[in-house]
């Protein structure tokens, strides 16, 4: 979680369940600015107080949260600990200490299996996982919240599906087991960690028949997040909004991108579809564009470029 000062100087929060130790030094480097970063869990209600109260925060962006939607069909009570009782804490600390400036990391997820593409903000919520059901149950706290206290504006963010790493090479995914999401899984195989893509499923509804799915760099997810920011501070008002390229990838489509990034042919095998799996999803990304002047400007081949040289090169 980023606790941000006047100025955009950030403060990190982060119980390193799922980072590297090295990220701050890593990011210093990048930056030239050396973080500050406090180990501590959000859930830590007094804690998150203490620090907003030290650091004079006066805006938070919230990624602290468990993202696997397979994981969270596993071990739901986990997921709603972490990304429910985790927010209600964040946001009782930041009422504490008047802090009512609010990015928050949601998920396409939100729209479970969509009745119309492209999908808009007000397309159909729902969920289909207990993940997907903590990122709602937070949206739809953040309309209660804004509606009893002006004094809120939130920034809700509905990431579609994201990947690749920083141009540096230095911060990237780096999935500690056996990866759920279809690119760490292709950047296992063509670093030879693992034998074979496992393609699930070529009988959708779609032009190869593989699931298609709306990739976004990580690096233009950041800067959508910036630029969130910087319309709670300049409307006073929140917002809803996609973050997508409102492009469509196959599964099929991806593999010969990354084959094509690391300089070689990828082996993979047509295995029976994931459960819970839907054929298509990708953005409307108009309103973001309107709202915040975000637009995805990073290519495919940025997404597998940047993936592969963060294996070759950053990984820890
Ligand atoms: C993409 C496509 C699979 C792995 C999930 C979450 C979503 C978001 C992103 C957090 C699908 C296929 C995958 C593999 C495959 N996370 N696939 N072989 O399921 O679209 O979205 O991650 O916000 O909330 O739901 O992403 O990368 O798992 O799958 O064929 O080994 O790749 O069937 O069509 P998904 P994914």
Same mark, same amino acid.
């Given at each position: 979680?980023?606790? #941000?000062?006047?100025?955009?100087e950030a403060?990190i929060?982060?119980?390193?369940?799922?980072?590297?130790?090295?990220?701050p030094e890593?990011l210093e480097t990048?930056t030239g600015t050396k973080p500050i970063v406090?180990?501590?869990?959000?859930?830590?209600?007094?804690?998150?107080?203490?620090?907003?109260?030290?650091?004079?925060?006066?805006?938070?962006?919230?990624?602290?949260?468990? /993202?696997?939607?397979?994981?969270?069909?596993?071990?739901?009570?986990? &997921?709603?600990?972490? %990304?429910?009782?985790? =927010?209600?804490?964040?946001?009782?600390?930041?009422?504490? +200490?008047?802090? =009512?400036?609010?990015?928050?990391?949601?998920?396409?997820?939100?729209?479970?299996?969509?009745? +119309?593409?492209?999908?808009?903000?007000? !397309?159909?919520?729902?969920?289909?996982?207990? @993940?997907?059901?903590?990122?709602?149950?937070?949206?739809?706290?953040?309309?209660?919240?804004?509606?009893?206290?002006?004094?809120?504006?939130? $920034?809700?963010?509905?990431?579609?599906?994201?990947?690749?790493?920083?141009?540096?090479?230095?911060?990237?995914?780096?999935?500690?087991?056996?990866?759920?999401?279809?690119?760490?899984?292709?950047? /296992?195989?063509?670093?030879?960690?693992?034998?074979?893509?496992?393609? =699930?499923?070529?009988? @959708?509804?779609?032009?190869?028949?593989?699931?298609?799915?709306? &990739?976004?760099?990580? !690096?233009? #997810?950041?800067?959508?997040?910036?630029?969130?920011?910087?319309?709670?501070?300049?409307?006073?008002? $929140?917002?809803?909004?996609?973050? $997508?390229?409102? +492009?469509?990838? !196959?599964?099929?489509?991806?593999?010969?991108?990354?084959?094509?990034?690391?300089?070689?042919?990828?082996? *993979? /095998?047509?295995?029976?579809?994931?459960?819970?799996?839907?054929?298509?999803? *990708?953005?409307?990304?108009?309103?973001?564009?309107?709202?915040? $002047? =975000?637009?995805?400007?990073?290519?495919?081949?940025?997404?597998?470029?940047?993936?592969?040289?963060? #294996? +070759? %090169?950053?990984?820890?």
């Amino acid at each position: 979680m980023a606790l #941000l000062a006047a100025g955009h100087e950030a403060v990190i929060l982060d119980n390193f369940s799922n980072a590297s130790p090295m990220v701050p030094e890593r990011l210093e480097t990048i930056t030239g600015t050396k973080p500050i970063v406090i180990e501590g869990d959000v859930r830590d209600r007094a804690l998150v107080s203490s620090v907003l109260e030290e650091h004079q925060i006066d805006a938070v962006i919230h990624f602290a949260a468990k /993202k696997a939607v397979g994981e969270s069909t596993q071990k739901p009570l986990m &997921y709603f600990d972490h %990304n429910i009782s985790g =927010f209600v804490s964040l946001t009782r600390a930041m009422e504490d +200490q008047g802090v =009512f400036k609010l990015v928050f990391s949601s998920s396409a997820t939100v729209y479970g299996d969509p009745e +119309q593409l492209p999908i808009t903000e007000s !397309s159909a919520r729902n969920h289909t996982n207990p @993940y997907g059901f903590t990122k709602l149950v937070c949206e739809e706290m953040m309309e209660a919240m804004c509606a009893a206290e002006p004094r809120w504006s939130c $920034g809700v963010l509905r990431y579609f599906n994201p990947v690749g790493a920083d141009a540096s090479g230095l911060i990237g995914e780096d999935p500690r087991d056996i990866p759920n999401n279809l690119m760490p899984y292709i950047a /296992k195989v063509a670093a030879g960690d693992l034998p074979e893509i496992q393609v =699930f499923g070529d009988d @959708y509804d779609t032009p190869d028949g593989t699931g298609v799915r709306d &990739y976004i760099h990580v !690096s233009d #997810l950041a800067k959508g997040h910036v630029l969130s920011l910087e319309a709670l501070e300049r409307d006073g008002k $929140g917002h809803v909004v996609n973050l $997508g390229t409102g +492009q469509g990838v !196959s599964v099929l489509e991806m593999i010969n991108a990354y084959s094509a990034a690391c300089g070689q042919s990828l082996p *993979y /095998k047509i295995v029976p579809r994931r459960a819970g799996d839907i054929a298509t999803c *990708y953005a409307d990304p108009a309103l973001a564009k309107d709202l915040l $002047g =975000f637009e995805a400007d990073k290519t495919l081949e940025d997404m597998c470029n940047s993936s592969w040289a963060w #294996l +070759q %090169n950053g990984k820890v």
